[in-house]
Every structure is written in structure tokens, then in C-alpha cells.
């Protein structure tokens, strides 16, 4: 039998792993209460998101919505959209934004061509899919980087451009406030000199055999947890405001960012 697993792995800042543990602990008591079975106690930290998410046993998770349209062995179920208290925002949406040293003289993007960007990940939507996308959009010279660093993170992303180690990167702006509020000494080093565009928020997943009977249970439970009022402190510590069911369908604007980057000789980045 296919032991069930849970994460919240992909917004889970030290400060906000107690909030992490609080959401699942409400929903797995509500999935128990529509008569889940082997619903797991606690979140898997011991895993890579990318190995958790190929994981047969993913009850509840989150992804980042690069990876499940560029990467065909990726199959996930999508159950919702989530909805963050950043920049004003009142929808499923986010987007990154391009930072660089508060002292960097450079005022625009197009300043730093032939410059070096820190990346996370070269499968982040936020990290290097929508840098991309801002590039284009731009209409500005391929490639246009002379060099990407990879950083693993967003926060070690923050930490390479703030040390000189990259001059530029794009980071996912709920990423961006939790570093502001709980670590604002990191952010301080750096200023946002663009915006890319918005992209669909990092949809809550379920491995792709999930039945029908248990994505329904794991949307209600979801739902439940984000109308108690009992955790409004948790989700105000994750900025989380509201989710919106959803389908794959709801990643196609992650696709359409992708296909105008590359039609601009924006395949890669250096």
C-alpha cells in the first residue's frame, strides 16, 4: 500500500513552519471528518519538493507551475489556486520581481545586459520563466545574460545579488515578503528595479490517482481551513487570503509566457 505524504514545501521560510504545520493539522482533521482514511499527521521535510512531487503517495502539495507544463513526467492533479495578500493583490495571480543592489547605479533592466543573473532553478516559473518573459516583453537584446549563477533558492538568489556574487535576479514576490518581514537586513541590500509580468499563483496539487471521491474531500478541506477564523493568524502569516479551485487549464498563461519568450530568441538566458 502507497504510503500518503503532505507538503507545503514551496513557501515554508523557518518563521513560517509552525503556520505550515497549523494549515495541514486543519485540513487533515477535516479530511478525517469526511472519512479520509491514512491521511498523514504531519508535512514530509525530508524530501526535495521536485522528489515529493513524484511521489505516488502525494495526498496534498504545492508545485510550481513551470515544472508540470515543461516536464512530461510530472503528473499532478491540480485542486486550487491560491490567493496571497501581496502587492494588493485580490486574484490567483503573482509575479516576480527583478532586483538588484540598493547601491547599483544601473537604473533600468535593460542596463544589465551582458550582466550576471543569480537563478534558483532553471525549472522556476518565477526564478527564470518569467525573467525571461520581463526580457522579452522588453524587446531587449538574446541572449542577454553573459552568465547565470544557479542558487538553489530564491532566498540564496537574494544572498548572491546582495553579496555581488550576481548582479540581478527575479524573485517570486510572496518569496519577497516573507524575506521583508522576517528578514528584512536581506532585502535591505537589494532594490526592485521591474516587475515582470503576473502568472498563475504555485497551484495545490494531489498525485494524478487521487480518486475523484478524495479530490473533492481535499477541496473541501482546503476551503474549510481558509474560512476558519480560528487561523487567521496562520494564513496571515503565510499571506494567504483565499484559494480558487482549478484545473490544468489554469496554467496555459505559464505556457503562453513561455512561447513568446522562445519566439523572441529567448530560449535560454545566456
Keep these: 500500500m502507497i504510503r500518503a505524504v503532505a507538503s507545503l514545501g514551496m513557501y515554508d521560510h523557518p518563521a513560517q513552519q509552525r503556520a505550515n504545520d497549523l494549515l495541514w493539522a486543519a485540513i487533515a482533521r477535516a479530511l478525517r471528518e469526511e472519512g479520509g482514511d ?18 505516488p503517495g502525494l495526498l496534498f502539495g504545492q508545485a510550481c507551475g513551470y515544472p508540470l507544463v515543461s516536464e512530461p513526467d510530472l503528473d499532478l492533479r491540480i485542486l486550487a489556486l491560491p490567493v496571497y495578500a501581496v502587492a494588493g493583490r485580490d486574484g490567483p495571480t503573482h509575479r516576480s520581481v527583478i532586483v538588484c543592489r540598493s547601491d547599483d547605479p544601473r537604473g533600468s533592466l535593460a542596463a544589465f545586459h551582458r550582466s550576471c543573473a543569480a537563478v534558483n532553478d532553471p525549472r522556476s516559473n518565477t526564478g527564470m520563466n518569467l525573467l525571461r518573459a520581463t526580457i522579452a516583453r522588453d524587446a531587449l537584446p538574446a541572449p542577454f545574460f553573459d552568465t547565470i549563477v544557479r542558487t538553489g533558492s530564491h532566498r540564496e538568489s537574494v544572498i548572491a545579488v546582495g553579496t ?9 514576490e510572496v518569496t519577497h515578503a516573507a524575506l521583508a518581514r522576517f528578514e528584512p537586513d536581506l532585502v535591505a541590500r537589494l532594490r526592485i528595479i521591474a516587475s515582470s509580468p503576473d502568472s498563475p499563483t504555485l497551484p495545490f496539487v494531489t498525485a494524478a490517482t487521487t480518486s475523484d471521491d478524495m479530490v473533492r474531500k481535499l477541496r473541501t478541506a482546503l476551503g474549510r481551513a481558509i474560512a476558519d477564523p480560528a487561523l487567521a493568524d496562520v494564513r496571515a502569516t503565510l499571506f494567504l487570503t483565499g484559494v480558487v479551485p482549478a484545473d490544468a487549464d489554469a496554467l496555459t498563461p505559464i505556457v503562453a509566457r513561455e512561447t513568446a519568450a522562445v519566439g523572441a530568441g529567448h530560449a535560454a538566458l545566456a
Excluded at 164 to 172: F, G, M, T
Design 38 to 55: 491514512g491521511i498523514p499527521d504531519t508535512l514530509d521535510r525530508t524530501r526535495d519538493v521536485h522528489a515529493l512531487w513524484r511521489d
Design 164 to 172: 555581488a556574487r550576481a548582479d540581478i535576479a527575479a524573485i517570486d
